[in-house]
């Protein structure tokens, strides 16, 4: 039999013995054997930290990203190979495409996302912070790497988006990853890691494979090092009370399964789109993954109106739900992923039998397309109704991890947020209406016990992602049950594996820390004029200062005149009192424009568009007889990848502009953003 192996410390090993085979489950037959017994998870720990850590933390976030988005591509060039493995897990097409390409499309996401963080190591996190009367003592934040390793330990039920999902977001930080995946599915994440690791994209040491139960992995962590779990609530409290976790303070992230919840809105009645919607949602949901997924619909509440449409519909569409081996023309579902998660989910499914009527589930009698009713991992749709959930809690309680859900009555929709809220923490709920009132009520009401919420309806339908489907510049996780934990979530997903120090000193000081211009920090000259200079050139704090200009009203005249903007306190003196303003004031983008008219070096050069104003600022007044001048500073440098090999090499710089008057005082305030040409690549 084919020995799956591990890849830690730069090398491909078997483990010592056999802790488990893999058997395909839509026939039962063996497909390898794996163990990671014999590991030195310490070694394994140090070498991701010394090797692969040091190496990404000396990329920027630019560079990370770009390595991101150059290992989706390949993946994506490749990604029948990993589709012919994922078949054995019972998943059909739509199964695979949600676990190969979801997951390769979270690379993408965090990929893009270097757009939002600085061209350095680090990251500089929020405003500065004025310590002192006359600001020679300023303080921020930065965020560095931490120097550990992610230990992601996953569920069996998405081998590849289950890993992807994580290490896309440790990598575009800064740290190595450790991935010990289930090892009943493992067998197809090595089929991924081993593409990966072939690449090359990666600096060694960026990613280890533990491909086998993993005992004793824990026992090896440190301070620096992040945990993060996705599987059962029960496991994750298990170890997250592990007492190397506790000794050295080692952050813990927890996505657990949970109950979660989908409601029809009352307004959406039978006969109407939305309707049609939730039967679809829900029938989805229990049979997409043969129900195997955390984000699961498992509690279907509906108004008790409407319970006896919902129930025919439902049973309707669930007997037309053909089962068996999805290679097979009409299959639509297919098998567990294990005959032990079959015999998990049936004595789930006999527990929840005792407080509430089962209205479909053919247990001994299903029909099947291919695949092996013995030894393969098939079990059938069920779906029950209780009519007294807050007597018969187990629905509350129960997670049958399959095709099991439960339908549920409700009176109003306070009553609807509260059976939500019996689940004790959802990673998801959704609310299928078109009143915008319903929805943001729902909303509102069921937010605290709920990590997502989706509200569905024909507006949105054909482009909405689903129930079922985490986004990955979205927050992934959930309170209580589901784990207390956040995964993926954009930047903030980001933040998981980034130490935040508060750094404090002159302005001259934190500017040379963090790159970036701090107001009160000496402004030296620049020479030639920073418009003159290539982005290579161009230094943080160099400043130009431009000749000066007197306002007058003919300024405020004709610019009303370009711009049509005549609002009375720019063209009518008489209507100023109860205002504001002494005489007839200087529009704001009067100001900002005479202060490009300042700065601007008129002649070709290096520069080559103006793209953008951020956070421009009024500050005070302007009025006919002041005198402005201007400051233009380099406020940070950001590189540019060349899209093409025509592209012209290039990066962003964004300038401060501070605008003041003959007092000497700031009247406006904007930070500009400039492409500049680059010297060359």
């Keep these: 039999m084919k020995v799956s192996e591990n890849y830690v410390s730069g090398s491909w090993v078997s483990g010592e013995g056999t802790e488990l085979e893999h058997v395909n489950a839509l026939s039962g037959a063996p497909i390898s054997s794996c163990s990671s017994k014999g590991i030195d998870y310490a070694d394994v720990l140090e070498y991701g930290r010394q090797t692969g850590g040091a190496a990404l933390r ?71 912070v ?23 330990i996953n569920a069996f039920n998405f081998p590849i988006w289950g890993m992807l999902e994580k290490v896309a977001v440790n990598w575009l930080a800064g740290m190595p990853a450790v991935v010990k995946p289930s090892e009943y599915t493992s067998y197809l994440t090595e089929e991924m890691v081993r593409a990966i690791i072939e690449s090359g ?26 945990v993060t779990f996705t599987g059962s609530a029960a496991t994750g409290r298990k170890l997250k009370s592990h007492p190397r976790l506790l000794e050295e303070s080692v952050p813990f992230n927890m996505e657990a399964d949970s109950l979660n919840a989908c409601v029809l809105g009352e307004d959406a009645v039978p006969g109407t789109a939305d309707f049609d919607l939730f039967i679809k949602e829900v029938h989805r949901e229990m049979t997409v993954k043969a129900g195997q997924k955390c984000t699961a619909v498992r509690r279907i509440l509906v108004p008790e109106s409407l319970m006896g449409e919902v129930r025919t519909a439902l049973v309707g569409r669930l007997k037309k739900t053909s089962m068996g081996d999805p290679s097979i023309e009409g299959v639509r579902m297919g098998a567990l992923a294990t005959r032990t998660q079959v015999e998990r989910v049936r004595e789930a499914v006999e527990t929840l039998s005792r407080q509430q009527e089962m209205v479909y589930g053919p247990l001994s009698e299903f029909e099947l397309q291919g695949g092996s009713r013995e030894h393969g991992a098939f079990f059938p749709p069920v779906l029950f109704q209780n009519s007294k959930p807050f007597e018969n809690t187990l629905v509350h309680e129960v997670e049958a991890f399959g095709p099991v859900s439960t339908i549920i009555p409700y009176n109003d929709l306070e009553e609807a947020a509260q059976l939500t809220a019996l689940g004790k923490g959802s990673l998801v709920s959704s609310i299928v209406s078109s009143d915008d009132n319903i929805a943001r009520n729902f909303t509102l009401e069921a937010a605290h016990m709920n990590g997502r919420i989706l509200v569905l309806n ?18 992934h996780g959930g309170p ?44 030296p000259e620049a020479e030639p004029h920073l418009f003159r200079q290539y982005f290579e050139d161009l230094q943080v704090g160099d400043t130009v200062t431009t000749h000066k200009h007197t306002v007058t009203e003919a300024d405020i005249v004709n610019f009303a005149n370009v711009s049509g903007d005549n609002f009375y306190a720019h063209m009518d003196a008489t209507s100023l009192e109860g205002t504001l303003f002494e005489q007839r004031v200087a529009h704001g983008y009067f100001v900002l424009s005479k202060a490009a008219g300042l700065f601007v070096d008129p002649k070709k050069g290096p520069v080559l568009l103006n793209y953008g104003i951020d956070e421009a600022r009024f500050t005070k007044p302007v009025y006919p007889g002041a005198t402005l001048g201007v400051r233009l500073t380099v406020k940070e440098k950001i590189a540019q990848e060349k899209r093409s090999e025509e592209d012209v090499p290039k990066g962003i710089v964004k300038f401060l ?17 400039t492409m500049v040409q680059k010297r060359s690549d």
């Design 58 to 128: 000396k990329m920027s976030f630019q560079e990370r990203g770009l390595m991101l988005k150059k290992l989706a591509l390949h993946l994506t060039s490749i990604k029948d190979r990993f589709y012919a493995v994922s078949a054995a897990t019972g998943a059909t097409r739509i199964d695979s495409w949600i676990d190969i390409e979801g997951g390769i499309g979270n690379l993408f996401a965090n990929a893009s996302l270097r757009k939002k963080f600085p061209d350095l190591p680090f990251y500089v996190d929020g405003e500065t």
């Design 201 to 226: 994209i990666l600096p060694e040491g960026a990613l280890q494979l533990v491909n086998g139960r993993g005992q004793g992995i824990l026992d090896a962590v440190a301070h620096q090092d992040v």
């Design 480 to 523: 209580g049950r589901a784990g207390g934990g956040e995964e993926m979530g954009g930047m903030r997903g980001v933040m998981h594996y980034l130490q935040r120090t508060a750094i404090q000193g002159h302005p001259d000081t934190i500017r040379a820390i963090t790159s970036q211009h701090q107001v009160g920090a000496t402004l």
């Design 458 to 475: 024909e507006r949105c339908a054909k482009e909405s992602t689903g129930h079922g489907s985490p986004m990955p510049l979205l927050t």
């Design 657 to 673: 502009v501070d605008v003041y008057d003959e007092t000497g005082e700031t009247v406006a305030l904007a930070t500009i953003l």
């Design 130 to 152: 004025g310590l002192s009367k006359n600001g020679s003592f300023i303080g921020h934040h930065i965020m560095v790497p931490k120097r550990g390793v992610a230990v992601h």
